[in-house]
């Protein structure tokens, strides 16, 4: 009886240790992974944070500001924001800019709000398809990397922002041009040097 009270306690012993070796190893991997993706980022852990609290609060702020007169994108990047889309006059793009300006964590703000009526929406669909095109071509090209870089296109214009080498910006610039529906290419990179690429 002991020998089998005995066994059954070196058997529930020996899974029990498996049971947590297994845990110990799925968090190594699902560490590894978020480790992997935040490594494929140019920004740090904390601007990518910030980044997507700059837009939640702009884009909860800016319709308080702007109401049914107009249609504003906010993207940001390492701190870095881009304003798009379209306002009633330039009293409202000045306004709007100022908004963004004020939140804490912004360093830049970079405003191409058009001053025009609102854009329809066959109009943003058409700018979303193109988005993908140019993500697609960037991926596709395997010559730049994809991650670096943030794509937003207004009206068939292409905007591109990220840290990136001027090779790079050269080339992503080039591989956006060559897509279908797009009319214009403004690149708003932060300019890095090779070495500072090296390092990710």
Known sequence: MNKVITTFARTALALGLM???????EMAVGSAVVGSIAAADRRTLGAQTEDKS?????ETQLPKVIGEAGHVNVNAYNRRVLLTGEVKDEAMRAQAEREIRAIEEVREVINYLEVSGVSSLTSRSSDTLITTRVKASIINSKDVYANSVKIVTERGTVYLLGRVTQREGTQLAELARTVSGV??????????SEEEVKKY
């Open 19 to 25: 049971a947590n070796l297994s845990a110990c190893v």
């Open 54 to 58: 700059i837009v939640f609060k702009g």
């Open 183 to 192: 009319q214009k290419v403004v690149k708003v990179f932060e300019e890095i």
